[in-house]
């Protein structure tokens, strides 16, 4: 079935530098990429996303890559601050067609960020 | 607008004791999702559904049922709850044949004793 693997589980960066999260999807057929931002105790929110006709998108600070071939896409988040701190958790879907899909999650990462 | 909404917020049952959550949107989306998160574990999807009176299963539909009473309410009903049932459980919805986000509910966090 579809798996979506999320590296790493955990990673701590000194504010201001970037941070980087990967992930790796099975199902060929997902063509939509979202990435979530959980805040503790509180529900996920999307922060960003990308198509797979996109290679990459880029909104301020954060940016995603995707590599359709090797089936990986990344979150690189630059200057970090402490408001990023949080578990940030990617998704691969199939998305535009005329019937739901499943929407599946690797299982996160926590981001925690150094003063 | 209230986006998605889960009653309850919290809730404690004994083992073998059986609930219903319940989540009602008024996006007027077509999709709506149940996942449980457990801690190292992401989010789970349990069920989903494409429309009134479809389901599907999902990564752990063990011990679960659910119900898409019509467009606006998905519940999910543990019949028999399990200590390993213990979690947080978010419902979420989105519209069909987009390329669009899901919306969480605030969750129910649901021990099990």
């Known amino acids: 079935g579809e798996n979506v693997e999320q590296h790493p589980s955990t990673l701590s960066v000194q504010e201001g530098d970037s941070a980087v999260i990967k992930c790796t999807y099975s199902?060929?057929?997902?063509?939509?990429f979202p990435w979530y931002k959980q805040e503790l105790g509180k529900r996920p929110q999307l922060i960003i996303d990308?198509?797979?006709?996109?290679g990459e998108k880029k909104d301020q600070r954060i940016a995603v890559t995707l590599n359709k071939t090797a089936k990986h896409f990344s979150l690189h988040i630059t200057e970090t601050q402490p408001e990023d701190s949080a578990v940030y958790f990617c998704?691969?879907?199939?998305?535009?067609?005329?019937?739901?899909?499943?929407?599946?999650f690797g299982s996160g990462t926590r981001l925690s960020i150094r003063p | 607008n209230a986006g998605v909404t889960q009653t309850p917020k919290f809730q404690v049952l004994k083992t073998g004791q059986s609930m219903t959550l319940q989540c009602a949107q008024d996006?007027?989306?077509?999709?709506m999702y149940w996942y449980r998160q457990d801690p190292g574990m992401g989010l789970r999807l349990i069920y989903y559904?494409?429309?009134?009176?479809?389901?599907d299963k999902g990564e752990v539909p063990n011990g679960y049922n659910v119900s898409r009473l019509n467009k606006r309410e998905f519940s999910l009903r543990l019949e028999s709850a399990a200590p390993s049932q213990t979690s947080v459980y978010f419902c979420?919805?989105?519209?069909?044949?987009?390329?669009?986000?899901?919306?969480f509910g605030q969750g129910t966090r649901l021990t099990v004793v």
């Open positions: 979420a919805s989105s519209r069909t044949g987009d390329y669009t986000e899901a919306f």
């Open positions: 199902d060929s057929a997902s063509n939509y």
């Open positions: 990308i198509r797979s006709n996109v």
């Open positions: 998704a691969a879907h199939r998305s535009g067609y005329s019937s739901a899909s499943k929407i599946i």
């Open positions: 996006m007027n989306h077509n999709s």
């Open positions: 559904s494409a429309s009134e009176g479809t389901t």
